[in-house]
């Protein structure tokens, strides 16, 4: 009898562990502007964007990769310095401080962090969360001159929920972000 | 009189049977009510499954322009369309301000579109299994440059 009850039980928790297994994953984006009212929120399953962006071939999106014309700008390859800062210890690697904007690139608890700051004109926060595994795939491209979006997605599907992007200004808002919910909420 | 019910209960039966195949995809509904006073409203629902079909036996010359100007979006849209289908209903994409509303929504299989602005209300649901097998004849009859 004793048995009988181990499978069963045994049966229940594989069963709710089936049911709790990690469902879909949504990147979310979500545009304010004050000064129209207009307002943009677009949920799209991250399954779904690994399935769409390798099928596009327009313009600089071919084959999952983005081109970048100067991606390896003044023979600095951003595949070496993402390798050399991912073993590298948390701290601030860039501060850029200058009349109207400030730059800082840091790097906290496995991810990178930008964070720029305009002062000039339209005064805008933008702050920018990319974890290591998700920069690395981007970089991932044999061509240095290519960001493999399709590898940069599938990477994001084992990302935790988070915050990739917000923007902050007088005149608009915004937030991307990934998460299990379906809707903005 | 028993011959007659035999043939009437064939009818019915057959009724029946091509109607839940007609069925079997959906209905694409399109819906439009205009706001001025006199406005039209006009209400469409046509079996799903018709628009693979029409594609197919539409000439391929009258489908030129159409596939031209869409030719570079098949794989990407038949993609999205096969890959929706298997995704859980949700809001899509929502766009509004002060004067329009623009609601785009996966719903029981289908796709939703809903526009609503002081000219009118528009709504359109597709089938995603109806659009994908339409997008993938298209694809098929898309000719490579």
Request: charged residues 20%; negative net charge.
């Given at each position: 009898m004793k048995k009988v009850f181990a499978v069963l039980a045994l049966i229940f928790v594989a069963t709710a562990a089936a049911w709790a297994a990690p469902g879909e994953r949504y990147l979310h984006v979500r545009v304010d502007n004050a000064r129209d009212g207009q307002k943009v929120r677009v949920n799209i399953p991250l399954s779904l964007a690994a399935q769409v962006i390798p099928a596009i071939d327009n313009g600089k999106l071919r084959d999952g990769k983005v081109r970048i014309g100067n991606f390896q700008a003044n023979g600095v390859n951003v595949t070496q310095i993402l390798a050399a800062l991912k073993n590298?210890?948390?701290?601030?690697?860039v501060t850029v401080e200058q009349p109207g904007q400030n730059v800082r690139v840091a790097k906290k608890n496995g991810v990178l962090i930008v964070h720029v700051v305009n002062t000039k004109g339209e005064k805008e926060n933008v702050d920018v969360t990319v974890p290591w595994a998700v920069a690395e795939a981007l970089t991932s491209?044999?061509?240095?001159?290519?960001?493999?979006v399709e590898a940069a997605i599938q990477a994001l599907e084992n990302?935790?929920?988070?915050?990739?992007v917000t923007v902050t200004g007088d005149r608009q808002s915004v937030r991307i972000w990934i998460d299990s919910h379906n809707d903005d909420q | 009189m028993i011959l007659a019910a035999k043939i009437g209960l064939g009818l019915l039966g057959t009724a029946l049977v091509a109607g839940g195949i007609v069925s079997s995809e959906g209905f694409v509904r399109v819906s439009v009510q205009e706001h001025r006073s006199g406005g039209t409203h006009i209400w469409l629902a046509a079996p799903a499954m018709a628009a693979p079909i029409a594609l197919r036996l539409i000439p391929r010359r009258r489908l030129e322009n159409a596939i031209d100007n869409a030719r570079e979006w098949l794989p990407a849209a038949t993609a999205a369309a096969s890959e929706l289908e298997k995704c859980p209903d949700g809001p899509l994409v929502e766009v509004t301000d002060r004067v329009e509303q623009v609601n785009v929504s996966k719903r029981d299989g289908s796709l939703v579109v809903d526009v609503n602005d002081p000219r009118e209300t528009v709504h359109v649901a597709v089938p995603l299994g109806a659009l994908g097998s339409s997008l993938r004849i298209l694809a098929e009859r898309a000719t490579p440059r």
């Open positions: 590298a210890p948390d701290g601030e690697f491209s044999a061509n240095s001159h290519e960001l493999n990302a935790g929920d988070m915050t990739l | -």
